[in-house]
């Protein structure tokens, strides 16, 4: 993911991708950073053996940055090409 991003973010930059495709593409950037700093911080918060509830957490928390990640690379093969 990180390697696409950087080349995305470079098209960003320069105008080669049009504004409102970029302005998108860039708050779903944010929103999976930000899911991902949430995962580790409740991971680290966890104590030892995580409870069932806990660990039902982890995984939602998980499957919503696995989502993030398809819908970016998504976008790198249709819209963003």
Sequence with gaps: VTM?????WCDIQD?????PI???FKKTLEKYKNKR???IEYQNNIKEDP????AVECWKKYYEIVMLCGLLKMWEDLRLR
């Design 4 to 8: 696409f991003i950087l080349f995305r």
């Design 15 to 19: 105008g080669t991708i049009p504004g």
């Design 22 to 24: 970029a302005q998108r």
């Design 37 to 39: 700093v949430e995962l």
């Design 51 to 54: 409870s069932a509830a806990e």
